[in-house]
């Protein structure tokens, strides 16, 4: 090898060996800064943004509701959205959130044509709001949405201003 070529290879590894110190120290210090600032205690901020939709501040406050309707813990949980004022991404976002707090419920949803709703046609959504909980064979429904289409519901419970819990049976 030349020397020249020599020169520019110790210069290259020089090179890499201090970009790996500096970044070994820069990753220490920010860790170090990480760990020593404590978070502040709170809800679960990815649950409550999605909640927020349906009015329900905190994920605490829907676990609560549902306990105090005695909704057992395998008893099947319909999530069931009036399409005026829930969307099927959104119906969606709200089952899966539902279903990671109310474990080892198993939760459905489904949209309903409210009358509110612009237009059904085209969608899955049913105008009976019935059809769903027959179909799932389920009796505790999270209604979502402004109005009850069950007025012969045994237990109504108001969790937000958009959401009921109606058990049928």
């Known amino acids: 090898m030349k020397t020249s070529d020599q020169r520019l290879a110790r ?14 120290a820069a990753t220490l210090r920010l860790s170090k800064e990480w760990w020593m600032n404590a978070l502040p205690a709170k809800p679960d901020a990815t649950i409550d ?5 349906t009015g329900i501040a905190h994920a605490a406050d829907l676990r609560r509701a549902v306990a ?3 909704w057992g813990p395998h ?4 999530v069931l959205g009036a399409t005026s004022h829930v969307s099927p991404n959104d119906l969606t976002q709200i089952r899966f959130s539902a279903s990671y ?7 459905w949803a489904d949209a309903w044509c409210d009358e509110r709703g612009d237009s059904c046609s085209g969608s899955d959504a049913s105008s009976d ?4 909980p027959k179909y799932r064979g389920t009796r505790h429904i999270m209604l ?7 007025s012969g519901a045994r237990a109504v419970m108001q969790v ?3 959401v009921r819990l109606v058990d049928l049976q």
């Open 11 to 24: 210069a290259l590894v020089a090179a890499l060996a201090v970009g790996f110190v500096y970044s070994e």
């Open 129 to 132: 709001a019935m059809f769903a």
């Open 75 to 78: 008893e099947d949980v319909l």
């Open 101 to 107: 707090l109310l474990y080892p419920r198993s939760v």
């Open 160 to 162: 937000s201003p958009l």
């Open 68 to 70: 105090e309707a005695g």
């Open 49 to 53: 943004q999605t909640l927020a939709i």
């Open 144 to 150: 979502v949405g402004p109005s009850n289409p069950f």
